[in-house]
């Protein structure tokens, strides 16, 4: 799956001479956290969040009166709050290169760009919607997780018993962690009873980690 696919498109963006309390209130009508930054050609120059508004605001035990705060908030535009330069992605980029991207990063959203012009943005949000979709959360089935070998043909073995079984296959995941002999596998079927599924399944797995029907 590409970026392209799950992207939000033609995103809320904003002019890099902006005030931070105009960027905040397009944040607040629009639902959104981030805003792509563009300069006067429309060129992507930076991102602004709304962690970096709320921080260049004055905070509220501040001396200042009322007007010295409306003063200070009109001068203050979103170019000098901006992340810059901007780590950006395209439409043809992987789901998992943009997510590496992001969490090794920390970073919480990226633009999207077709050459120079930005066509979408992918957001952690985004992300988490996917992860439920891959992991099938939101269908019912009966979950199994089990370390298996980390050996050839073992995922082809753990397809096989299910489709003896009749069972369709809603998710199937495969993570790793200290042990290189070994891999986490989780899967989610339906159409198949959990008794069933544990026993068959059961016979390939080192060891049963959790089965429930969720």
């Given at each position: 799956?590409?970026?392209?696919?799950?992207?939000?498109?033609?995103?809320?963006?904003?002019?890099?001479?902006?005030?931070?309390?105009?960027?905040?209130?397009?944040?607040?009508?629009?639902?959104?956290?981030?805003?792509?930054?563009?300069?006067?050609?429309?060129?992507?120059?930076?991102?602004?969040?709304?962690?970096?508004?709320?921080?260049?605001?004055?905070?509220?035990?501040?001396?200042?009166?009322?007007?010295?705060?409306?003063?200070?908030?009109?001068?203050?535009?979103?170019?000098?709050?901006?992340?810059?330069?901007?780590?950006?992605?395209?439409?043809?980029?992987?789901?998992?290169?943009?997510a590496r991207i992001m969490a090794d990063?920390?970073?919480?959203?990226?633009?999207?760009?077709?050459?120079?012009?930005?066509?979408?943005?992918?957001?952690?949000?985004?992300?988490?919607?996917?992860?439920?979709?891959?992991?099938?959360?939101?269908?019912?089935?009966?979950?199994?997780?089990?370390?298996?070998?980390?050996?050839?043909?073992?995922?082809?073995?753990?397809?096989?018993?299910?489709?003896?079984?009749?069972?369709?296959?809603?998710?199937?995941?495969?993570?790793?962690?200290?042990?290189?002999?070994?891999?986490?596998?989780?899967?989610?079927v339906e159409g198949v009873s959990q008794?069933e599924l544990l026993k068959a399944l059961?016979?390939?797995?080192?060891?049963?980690?959790?089965?429930?029907?969720?």
């Open positions: 799956m590409l970026i392209g696919e799950r992207m939000t498109r033609h995103p809320v963006v904003i002019t890099e001479h902006e005030g931070i309390d105009d960027a905040l209130k397009m944040m607040r009508d629009n639902h959104i956290r981030r805003l792509p930054v563009l300069d006067k050609k429309g060129k992507l120059v930076g991102i602004v969040s709304d962690k970096d508004l709320l921080y260049a605001s004055p905070s509220p035990a501040t001396s200042l009166s009322v007007h010295e705060l409306h003063y200070l908030l009109s001068k203050l535009t979103v170019k000098k709050v901006m992340s810059s330069p901007v780590i950006t992605v395209t439409e043809y980029t992987p789901l998992e290169e943009a990063g920390k970073i919480g959203g990226l633009p999207v760009m077709r050459e120079d012009k930005v066509v979408g943005i992918i957001t952690e949000t985004d992300m988490f919607k996917i992860f439920l979709e891959m992991l099938g959360a939101r269908k019912k089935g009966v979950r199994l997780s089990m370390l298996v070998p980390e050996a050839r043909g073992v995922l082809a073995d753990i397809t096989a018993e299910i489709a003896r079984l009749g069972g369709n296959i809603i998710s199937l995941g495969t993570f790793y962690g200290e042990d290189p002999t070994t891999a986490e596998i989780t899967v989610k008794e059961g016979e390939i797995a080192v060891e049963i980690l959790d089965v429930r029907i969720v």
